[in-house]
């Protein structure tokens, strides 16, 4: 039934504004924590506390799905799936943070879009049970639309009943609609013109452009061509005393530090100032490490990578143990480590 058990949204606040202000109490917790003020023994890392405020999010928004009879609607899952998806991705409370804004933000428009085009159907469902719409002349249109608080119809034909205007005026969902919506007769049957205005079409635009950059952003970031920062280690490597530079040492041992790294999940590296790609060479010529066919400096040598640190350096002791490995590492576990951006050619 069209009007049966169908919720509107008023009264509720703003999707978006309710994820506004989730982004800035997350950055509020981080912080506090920061500073020690929330800090207890035994609770949950700063990582963990943002990702429960985004997860929190996503309940809320989930909820409202709920509420709204949303469940089966296959865009507003898939939206639901990705938010949640780049959350549990995320390694560090910025990541998080932006997958709150960039994501949770497309949730919310993609729940009130198909909201909006649930109410159209209903609109289109109520005209079509009328009588009058078979003998309608082609072409005929019924214009449905709120203004201050107040279901108008406009109808030249005279297609539409009073009953059917009353049923029109009194759903709930035909009064909560955000756009005008415009109907016509089309081979005896009413149809639905299209209703997206020029401004919702710019932000529905908007919206793919930005989740287009978001995607290229990140494609670049695992490609080594754009800056990444999170969490990781930042290692600084030295010959042995007993092992001698002709022996191409280094350069084995770097090679295999790297190798291992990214078998441990790293999400990028970078030796002395060269990010490493997917072409990238190390080689020991003489006293010298070319990475990228550049000179990097060799005492120390300095390796940092992005992932997750105590994997990282759970990888990093397989190899350290080894009775061939010729280099001393001094491994730091940190919660921010920057890797520059490898040039595009």
């Known amino acids: 039934?069209?009007?049966?058990?169908?919720?509107?949204?008023?009264?509720?606040?703003?999707?978006?504004?309710?994820?506004?202000m989730a982004i800035i109490l997350v950055n509020v917790i981080v912080l506090a924590r920061s500073t020690q003020l929330l800090r207890r023994p035994g609770e949950v890392s700063e990582l963990e506390a943002v990702r429960q405020g985004a997860v929190a999010l996503a309940d809320f928004h989930a909820k409202e799905?709920?509420?709204?009879?949303?469940?089966?609607?296959?865009?507003?899952?898939?939206?639901?799936?990705?938010?949640?998806?780049?959350?549990?991705?995320?390694?560090?409370?910025?990541?998080?943070?932006?997958?709150?804004?960039?994501?949770?933000?497309?949730?919310?428009?993609?729940?009130?879009?198909?909201?909006?085009?649930?109410?159209?159907?209903?609109?289109?469902?109520?005209?079509?049970?009328?009588?009058?719409?078979?003998?309608?002349?082609?072409?005929?249109?019924?214009?449905?639309?709120?203004?201050?608080?107040?279901?108008?119809?406009?109808?030249?034909?005279?297609?539409?009943?009073?009953?059917?205007?009353?049923?029109?005026?009194?759903?709930r969902l035909v009064q909560d609609l955000t756009e005008m919506v415009q109907i016509q007769i089309r081979n005896g049957k009413a149809k639905l013109l299209t209703t997206r205005s020029l401004p919702a079409q710019v932000h529905t635009l908007r919206q793919e452009i930005n989740a287009a950059q978001a995607a290229l952003q990140q494609a670049l970031q695992a490609g080594g061509f754009a800056?990444?920062?999170?969490?990781?280690?930042?290692?600084?490597?030295?010959?042995?005393?007993?092992?001698?530079?002709i022996e191409n040492v280094l350069g084995y041992d770097l090679r295999d530090i790297v190798n291992e790294l990214f078998a441990a999940g790293a999400r990028g590296i970078q030796v002395g100032s060269e990010r490493l790609i997917a072409t990238s060479s190390i080689r020991a010529v003489g006293d010298n490490i070319l990475v990228n066919h550049q000179a990097v400096p060799t005492e120390p040598v300095e390796v940092r990578a992005v992932g997750d640190p105590e994997v990282l350096a759970s990888a990093l002791d397989l190899i350290t143990h080894s009775p061939y490995f010729g280099l001393i590492l001094d491994v730091q576990k940190r919660q921010t480590v920057t890797l520059s951006a490898h040039p595009l050619e």
């Open 1 to 20: 039934m069209v009007g049966g058990n169908a919720q509107g949204s008023r009264g509720k606040l703003d999707p978006w504004l309710i994820a506004l």
């Open 65 to 171: 799905i709920s509420e709204l009879d949303l469940e089966n609607n296959a865009a507003v899952r898939d939206a639901m799936a990705k938010y949640r998806f780049e959350v549990e991705q995320a390694l560090t409370g910025d990541e998080i943070a932006k997958a709150m804004s960039i994501y949770g933000r497309n949730l919310s428009d993609v729940i009130q879009r198909e909201l909006q085009l649930k109410r159209e159907q209903v609109v289109l469902s109520l005209v079509n049970q009328e009588p009058g719409v078979a003998k309608a002349k082609e072409g005929a249109t019924v214009t449905v639309q709120v203004e201050n608080g107040k279901v108008r119809i406009e109808d030249p034909e005279d297609i539409v009943s009073l009953e059917t205007e009353q049923k029109l005026e009194k759903n």
């Open 227 to 245: 800056e990444l920062t999170g969490s990781g280690l930042i290692i600084k490597a030295r010959q042995s005393p007993g092992q001698a530079l």
